[in-house]
């Protein structure tokens, strides 16, 4: 069965840093991938997906994501945080066959400090 | 912009009662399905449905869960007999394909006494 590691547990940083989450996902063949996030007291929300084409895909917020097949990772980035990303972020993955499951990762708590 | 929207957003029972979640997914959207998520660990799958019946569902679904699409906009998981274990957040989604993005709903606590 397919896994999918997110490498921190909880991050903390300062406002103007720039954060980095990485994701790895253990699936053989080919999957549709995506980063959700999930705001205090909110739902899961999508912040980026990538399905195919062009491997660095940008998303809400000033998120981007890039995604490495030989690394099977697909590692979410932002150059500059703010208060407000602080947050829980989720990577997850399905694969392009039977499944109908997403697999998420356990989530990385980001807090950013004003 | 459409979301999915979940009732009740917090559920406290009594072990051994039955409880039903009710869901409205997004309405052009033909894949539903249910997560959970146990306080401090992962979200994860419970089942999938479409066409009016279960296309996947995880070890946890067992005998005691059922899902069902009583109408044309309702998407309910019911648990026969509820157990302390099944306290957590419970996620509807849905989705225009099978492997499309998932829209989530806000989620409902459970809470099994």
């Known amino acids: 069965a397919q896994s999918v590691s997110q490498h921190n547990h909880h991050v903390i940083l300062s406002e103007a840093a720039s954060l980095e989450l990485g994701c790895n996902y253990s699936y053989g063949g080919t999957v549709n991938l995506f980063w959700y996030v999930q705001y205090p007291g909110q739902h899961l929300q999508l912040l980026l997906k990538?399905?195919?084409?062009?491997?660095l895909v940008k998303g809400i917020k000033g998120f981007e994501a890039e995604f490495i097949k030989s690394k099977f990772s697909f590692n979410l980035r932002k150059p500059s945080v703010q208060w407000s990303d602080t947050a829980e972020y989720f990577c997850?993955?399905?694969?392009?066959?039977?499944?109908?499951?997403?697999?998420f990762g356990a989530g990385t708590t980001v807090t950013v400090r004003a | 912009e459409p979301e999915v929207t979940q009732t009740p957003s917090h559920q406290v029972t009594q072990m051994g009662q039955e409880v039903i979640l009710r869901c409205v997914p997004i309405s052009n959207h033909l894949y539903f399905y249910w997560y959970r998520q146990i306080l401090g660990q992962k979200v994860e799958f419970l089942v999938s449905f479409y066409n009016n019946e279960i296309s996947e569902k995880s070890e946890i679904f067992d005998d005691q869960f059922s899902v069902e699409r009583p109408d044309g906009s309702n998407f309910t998981l019911k648990i026969r007999s509820t157990k302390l274990e099944d306290s957590a957040m419970y996620f509807c989604?849905?989705?225009?394909?099978?492997?499309?993005?998932?829209?989530f709903g806000p989620g409902t606590r459970l809470t099994v006494l």
């Open positions: 990538y399905f195919s084409g062009d491997p």
């Open positions: 989604a849905s989705s225009g394909g099978s492997q499309d993005t998932q829209y």
């Open positions: 997850a993955v399905i694969p392009i066959s039977n499944d109908y499951k997403l697999s």
